[in-house]
């Protein structure tokens, strides 16, 4: 079955099997919340993506093999709802961006940096540090070395737009920066691009509407 990243509130997770990692992806809560299950097909060990809400959807994802670490793409809370049932059921180590973790209240245990590298089984994911849609949010790469990079956004890169400012300049000029020189600079158009909320896209899709959301700013 083909993935094609779109989910829905009490629907089937949709999974993307690649060579050595399998993702599957859930939409929870009010918000329409995206979370990903990352499993290293080598060890079977997993990893989560945004507890954001609906524990017991997250928890019946993540099965009986638990989870080892839980990473936290940013502090704003419908990211962070089902955070602490989901620890407390798994004993998963958290992971969140050093300038974002004091915003969360399940203590993090693992301040990310730009550049870091989290793991899960065989596989590596390097953090991106994007500044504006909060101080702390990071973006993880997952370079295929079968393929064309997977890129989990949170809420920093959508289809058709960076993620909210608040109508701040300053804030938006850091985003689109940070998202032009950490992602769009450095990454290829194949790349499959995972946000936070909604379907995905590539940044090849995206990449055209560049000075375009510049212009409007936002």
């Known amino acids: 079955m083909t993935y094609n990243g779109a989910v829905k509130l009490d629907g089937p997770a949709d999974v993307h099997e690649l060579t050595d990692l399998m993702i599957s992806k859930v939409a929870v809560g009010a918000m329409n919340n995206n979370a990903y299950l990352l499993r290293c097909r080598a060890t079977g060990e997993q990893l989560l993506i945004d507890a954001a809400n609906d524990a017991g959807t997250l928890l019946t994802l993540i099965g009986d093999d638990g989870i080892a670490s839980v990473v936290t793409t940013h502090r704003h ?12 059921a798994t004993g998963a180590e958290t992971f969140a961006g050093r300038y974002d973790a004091e915003g969360i209240p399940v203590p993090t245990e693992v301040l990310v940096d730009d550049g870091d590298r989290i793991r899960v089984g065989l596989i590596e994911l390097t953090a991106r540090h ?3 849609h909060t101080p702390g949010s990071i973006a993880l790469v997952y370079d295929d070395p079968h393929g064309h990079p997977h890129l ?33 600079d450095r990454l290829p158009d194949e790349t499959w691009v995972y946000p936070g909320h909604g379907d ?10 560049l000075p375009a959301w510049r212009e409007r700013g936002w």
Do not use: M, Y
């Open 77 to 88: 809370g419908d990211h962070w709802q089902a955070l602490a049932e989901v620890v407390a």
């Open 200 to 209: 995905d896209t590539t940044l090849g899709a995206e990449r055209p509407q």
């Open 130 to 132: 994007l500044v504006g």
């Open 152 to 184: 989990f956004t949170g809420d920093c890169l959508f289809p058709g737009g960076v993620g909210n400012t608040h109508q701040d300049p300053e804030a938006f000029a850091s985003l689109i920066n940070d998202v032009e020189t950490k992602l769009f």
